[in-house]
T-cell receptor, first 115, second 112 residues
Framework: GDSVTQMEGPVTLSEEAFLTINCTYTATGYPSLFWYVQYPGEGLQLLLK?????DKGSNKGFEATYRKETTSFHLEKGSVQVSDSAVYFC??????????????FGKGNQVVVIP | ETGVTQTPRHLVMGMTNKKSLKCEQHLGHNAMYWYKQSAKKPLELMFVYNFKEQTENNSVPSRFSPECPNSSHLFLHLHTLQPEDSALYLC???????????FGPGTRLTVT
């Protein structure tokens, strides 16, 4: 079935550093891809999305490009801030029928930004 | 209220108690979801409702009983839970054509 794989382990980096979180996917069709962010004590928030190959999603300085040839949707930010410390989830939608979109989530990556 | 709301935000219950979690979405969506998020496992989809009808039960134990009286409200009734059921329970909703799901803040459940 459809699945998402995120790189293992937490990510710790200094303020203003460049952030990359890898995400690869397996899908039989043409999924939509998402990045969600979860701040401490909160639910998941949609960060950005891309619905077809070569689309670039962007929000709050974060970007990710839907790469069909490498089945990837890596998240990047050029200069992180302490406030970006959170857990980041990559997800895909299997488009399981009208009005009902089931998301397959990756395991998430804890990002810790040190001042 | 906007978005997806969940009550209570925190709940402590004994193994013999009965309690309910409530979720309400103010987005006009037609699908609603319950997820379990624990420290040891990735996000787990529990139940899916579409136009008030349950379309998925992801092998969830019967001590968790969902209820969806209308497209805006979703409940999770809890009884005789186990300590390993302690987790963050997240509710989400979606509209068919947009694909993204919108999440509530979650209920942090502790079973003692």
């Amino acid at each position: 079935g459809d699945s998402v794989t995120q790189m293992e382990g937490p990510v710790t980096l200094s303020e203003e550093a460049f952030l990359t979180i890898n995400c690869t996917y397996t899908a039989t069709g043409y999924p939509s891809l998402f990045w969600y962010v979860q701040y401490p004590g909160e639910g998941l928030q949609l960060l950005l999305k891309a619905t077809k190959a070569d689309d670039k999603g962007s929000n709050k300085g974060f970007e990710a490009t839907y790469r069909k040839e490498t089945t990837s949707f890596h998240l990047e930010k050029g200069s992180v801030q302490v406030s970006d410390s959170a857990v980041y989830f990559c997800a895909l939608s299997d488009r399981g029928g009208y009005g009902n979109n089931r998301l397959a989530f990756g395991k998430g990556n804890q990002v810790v930004v040190i001042p | 209220e906007t978005g997806v709301t969940q009550t209570p935000r925190h709940l402590v219950m004994g193994m013999t108690n009965k309690k309910s979690l409530k979720c309400e979405q103010h987005l006009g969506h037609n699908a609603m979801y319950w997820y379990k998020q624990s420290a040891k496992k990735p996000l787990e989809l529990m139940f899916v409702y579409n136009f008030k009808e349950q379309t998925e039960n992801n092998s969830v134990p019967s001590r968790f009983s969902p209820e969806c009286p209308n497209s805006s409200h979703l409940f999770l009734h809890l009884h005789t839970l186990q300590p390993e059921d302690s987790a963050l329970y997240l509710c989400a909703s979606s509209q068919g054509e947009n694909y993204e799901q919108y999440f509530g803040p979650g209920t942090r459940l502790t079973v003692t």
